[in-house]
């Protein structure tokens, strides 16, 4: 086969037979990929989407081709339409998004119904007071090599293990900055390591919306426990994401996504929330309780770390974030927050854990000098992500919860304080595969049809570079076998640049074969070329 066809040309003849594929049931076309045995090709096609009841019949009253180009019909992911009357239609509250929900467009693509589409409904924005990003004044994130010792491990089988001992020993106050906090097993052991120890707890707690009963609790249930067990050795205040249902206002557009503790001289930092979906209460010598784990579980990396120099800074970001949030609490000027969550739109898919699954003890590095550059978002990710990622030179590997480049229009110009934009990230990793470097990426089942398509258009070869595997929640990156990133952000134009996350480059071979392993597990036996539907 040779050269695909041009977007442009597609859309001619999709413009062309406008009439012939507006049909009833009908609700989006696009410019996209022939997908075939569930998997992306290097063929483009006509894609039409239509709501899950309408599809059969669709499918039987449009042609398979157009001109010669296939015309496939999906489903449409988008939320269904909510009726006229229904509070959430109302915009007299303020009215924000999850960046899992929005919809990817494509150029030249024509919306025949009036779903809620990202015009319509998650394009408004939230009206809570701005306050602007505050970022500590003379910071080193990368101080260079340092005397520290290390507890690397992953979720699901070790993410608890590890975790509950770090809460449970604490000798040294608290600081918190966390996304989720709604497990109840976390809970108890934070609250009686504190109370053991007489530390005080600094925390710094997003609330996003959430379905009923989506957790085990709510982060609300969460701070009133805190507050009762605490009483004045708790200092909390609600983080100012722009979807956070208690912040009074908004430092971050969307979430308060960092996953970071600290205590004395050290500090615990993940890709996981403190709920049950990340870290699991599973005990690790229990074979059929981890391979259940793994069917349903997330794939989370982990890092704890003693280092005075290292836990200095993440406090110092935590503590300034804490104090932002406290403040603009005291105003009481903040509004209601109308967020909206759908209906899970994507089909979860247990992994099978019956084949040649592997579980991995935790690799402790013991007073080893590292060098280590801590991450930040706003600010201070994509510089160093992008000559991470230019500085490889025989692999790359990747497993994040998704890639979602920007949508047209979306990612021209950096944001305010940024050097780079979202799409210079997913150009660097396309250059990397261009140069001859091995490039092997992992998403989760949120990375569906069309950010699968999106995906490819900007470039990056989901053919045969891409592997979906199911619950991966995990946010790293593997360079040579050399470096290795743990991280909490999201690869969207939100995660990568002004909300919060953190996440830490660890210039180790240890370090990097440790989770290069585990990834290498992954890709051959968790991760396939199959689009989860």
Known sequence: MGDPLSQDAVLKVIDANEAAIKISGV???????????????????IVVLT????????????????????????????????????????????VAYNELFVEPEFPGQKVFDDALTNELFFAKKPTKPKVEYQMPAGIDLNPGPTKMDLILHVSPEQG???????????????TVGMYELTAPHIEEALIGGLTKSGAR???????PPEKK?????????????????????????????GLGKEAPAREFPTSYHIKVAVTGDKFWLSSGNWNTSNQPDVDPNDQAALKEAAKKRDRDWHVICTSSVHADIFRKYLQTDYEVASKAAESKVGQALLAFVPQAVIQEEDIDASGAIEFF?????????????ALFTPRQYRGPIIELIQSAKTSFDMQTQYVHPSNPGQDDEPEDGEEHTHTELIDALVQASKNGVTVRLITSEWQDHQWIERLQDSGFDCVNLLKIQPHVHNKGMVVDGQTVVVSSQNWSPDGTGPNRDAGLVIYSKAAAGYFGQIFDHDWKNMAAYKVLK
Not at 160 to 174: G, I, R, S, V
Not at 201 to 207: A, G, H, I, P, Q
Not at 221 to 227: G, H
Request: glycine share 4%.
């Open 27 to 45: 609700t989006k076309t696009y410019v996209g990929w022939a997908f075939k045995n569930d998997w992306i090709t290097n063929e483009r096609a």
């Open 51 to 94: 709501r899950a009841a309408d599809r059969e019949r669709v499918e039987g009253e449009l042609p398979d081709h157009l001109e010669g180009i296939p015309l496939q019909v999906r489903r449409d992911p988008r939320p269904p339409r909510v009726k006229a009357d229904n509070a959430l239609m109302s915009f007299e509250a303020p």
């Open 160 to 174: 608890w293990a590890q975790l509950k001992p770090f809460l449970e020993d604490a000798k040294d106050d608290f």
């Open 201 to 207: 707890l600094t925390m710094t707690l997003d609330s």
């Open 213 to 241: 009963g989506a957790r085990e609790q709510t982060v609300e249930t969460t701070e009133e426990d805190l507050e009762k067990a605490l009483g004045d050795r708790l200092d909390f205040a609600w983080a100012l994401a």
């Open 361 to 373: 003890k935790p690799l402790p590095i013991d007073d080893a000098e590292v060098e280590v550059h």
